[in-house]
T-cell receptor, first 109, second 114 residues
Framework: GQNIDQPTEMTATEGAIVQINCTYQTSGFNGLFWYQQHAGEAPTFLSYNVLDGLEEKGRFSSFLSRSKGYSYLLLKELQMKDSASYLCAVRDSNYQLIWGAGTKLIIKP | SAVISQKPSRDICQRGTSLTIQCQVDSQVTMMFWYRQQPGQSLTLIATANQGSEATYESGFVIDKFPISRPNLTFSTLTVSNMSPEDSSIYLC???????????FGEGSRLTVL
C-alpha cells in the first residue's frame, strides 16, 4: 500500500528553526508537495520538489531525497503565525496525490 | 493564482437532509477536485469533476451519496445527500493551476450534521 509518515505534533520556540520530516512509500513518484493549513482554514501551497536537493523560498526550504523516500520542510526564524498544520503530499505514478496526516506545529514565545 | 470561492462557508444541517456546496473559479480549469477533511484528519479525495462527463469517484464514495455537477469550466457543485452526523466535515474544492500540478483550494465548507 501507499503510505506517508509525518510526526503528529512538534513544538518549537519563536525565532528558532524547526525541521518537519516526511517519509513516503508510494507507487512511483511524480513530485512532493508541502502545504500549510491554519486551524479552520483551507490548505495553502508552500513548496514543490521533484528533483533531489533543496528548494529555498524565503524562510521556508524543502528538501527531497528520492532514493531514501524522504523529504523535510525547514522553517527558519519562526514566528507565532507559523503555528499551523503542515501537510506532506506525494504524487504517484498515476498522478494521484497521496496525503500525509499532517504535522501540527506549535510555536511558543 | 486564481480565486476559488465556495459557499456556504459553514452550515448546520439536520440528519436526513441534503446540502449542495458550490465552487466557483475565476478562470477556466479542466479538472476540479472535491476533498473531505474530517476533524483532526488529513484530506481525502471524494471525486474528480470533469466538465462534460461523469465525475470519477474514489473508493468508498458513491454518486448517490455525493452527486456532483460540472456544467462548465469554472463551476462545480457537490451535494451531500441524506446526511448523518458522520458527514460532519470540511468539504474543499480544489483545482490545478500550473504545470507543476500544485492544488489550490477554496476556503472550504464546514458542515455540522445534528
Amino acid at each position: 500500500g501507499q503510505n506517508i509518515d509525518q510526526p503528529t505534533e512538534m513544538t518549537a520556540t519563536e525565532g528558532a528553526i524547526v525541521q518537519i520530516n516526511c517519509t513516503y512509500q508510494t507507487s512511483g513518484f511524480n513530485g512532493l508537495f508541502w502545504y500549510q493549513q491554519h486551524a479552520g482554514e483551507a490548505p495553502t501551497f508552500l513548496s514543490y520538489n521533484v528533483l533531489d536537493g533543496l528548494e529555498e523560498k524565503g524562510r521556508f526550504s524543502s528538501f527531497l531525497s528520492r532514493s531514501k523516500g524522504y523529504s523535510y520542510l525547514l522553517l527558519k526564524e519562526l514566528q507565532m503565525k507559523d503555528s499551523a498544520s503542515y501537510l506532506c503530499a506525494v504524487r504517484d505514478s498515476n498522478y494521484q496525490l497521496i496525503w500525509g496526516a499532517g504535522t501540527k506545529l506549535i510555536i511558543k514565545p | 493564482s486564481a480565486v476559488i470561492s465556495q459557499k456556504p462557508s459553514r452550515d448546520i444541517c439536520q440528519r436526513g437532509t441534503s446540502l449542495t456546496i458550490q465552487c466557483q473559479v475565476d478562470s477556466q480549469v479542466t479538472m476540479m477536485f472535491w476533498y473531505r477533511q474530517q476533524p483532526g484528519q488529513s484530506l481525502t479525495l471524494i471525486a474528480t469533476a470533469n466538465q462534460g462527463s461523469e465525475a470519477t469517484y474514489e473508493s468508498g464514495f458513491v454518486i448517490d451519496k455525493f452527486p456532483i455537477s460540472r456544467p462548465n469550466l469554472t463551476f462545480s457543485t457537490l451535494t451531500v445527500s441524506n446526511m448523518s452526523p458522520e458527514d460532519s466535515s470540511i468539504y474543499l474544492c480544489s483545482v490545478v493551476l500550473s504545470e507543476a500540478g500544485e492544488l489550490f483550494f477554496g476556503e472550504g465548507s464546514r458542515l455540522t450534521v445534528l
